[in-house]
């Protein structure tokens, strides 16, 4: 029998493209409308902080992640 091994991260991945842009990364479809970012933020619990923010969904993920 073949044992099968898994390996998650621990922290979360951002890439260097605004917050609307990393979430739309993770949704499924290839064309994303801000209407399914908003849900997606929401669902998250991540959209009080990003409507927070000065570019609000255009700030840059890593800014935010280095404070």
Do not use: C, T
Not at 9 to 17: G, R, T, Y
Not at 60 to 65: D, E, G, P, V
């Amino acid at each position: 029998m073949r044992n099968l091994y898994f390996s998650f991260m621990k922290d979360p991945v951002l890439f260097s493209v605004s917050v609307g842009e990393n979430i739309a990364y993770g949704l499924p479809d290839d064309v994303v409308s801000k209407d399914e970012i908003i849900k997606a933020a929401k669902a998250a619990n991540a959209h009080e902080f990003i409507i927070s923010l000065p570019q609000v969904w255009k700030s840059l993920s890593l800014a935010l992640a280095h404070h």
